[in-house]
Nanobody, 126 residues
Framework: QVQLVESGGGLVQPGGSLRLPCAAS????????MGWYRQTPGNERELVAT???????NYIDSVKGRFTISRDNAKNTVYLQMNSLRPEDTAVYYC????????????????????WGQGTQVTVSS
């Protein structure tokens, strides 16, 4: 089994910063891509940033220059550093992992579906 656990959310003042880690656990051999998404009530979940195993990152325009995604492959962990936070950044933030390869009794399995964490609340308010 593969599990993702986010943490680091909370209440922060506008202009402040938060760092969100997400750790994947299980008999993991490799993870191709990891990402961060966010969702507010009544809205679709939107992609925020993605990063490949090689460190190539992509961001939506609204967070460019403010957010940084990174990962530690040895720890199967992805991070989202959020600076200059705005009230409109308020959302539940979810991490995901795509094309995860696991090992069981000497056999490798590459999963075609994505794994998701349970989310962590980020609130930016005065």
């Amino acid at each position: 089994q593969v599990q993702l656990v986010e943490s680091g959310g909370g209440l922060v003042q506008p202009g402040g910063s938060l760092r969100l880690p997400c750790a994947a656990s299980g008999s993991i051999v490799s993870i191709d891509a990891m990402g961060w998404y966010r969702q507010t009530p009544g809205n679709e979940r939107e992609l925020v940033a993605t990063i490949t195993s090689g460190g190539s990152a992509n961001y939506i325009d609204s967070v460019k220059g403010r957010f940084t995604i990174s990962r530690d492959n040895a720890k199967n962990t992805v991070y989202l550093q959020m600076n200059s936070l705005r009230p409109e950044d308020t959302a539940v933030y979810y991490c995901n992992a795509d094309k995860v390869t696991t090992s069981f009794r000497g056999t490798y399995y590459t999963h075609n579906y994505e794994f998701w964490g349970q989310g962590t609340q980020v609130t930016v308010s005065s």
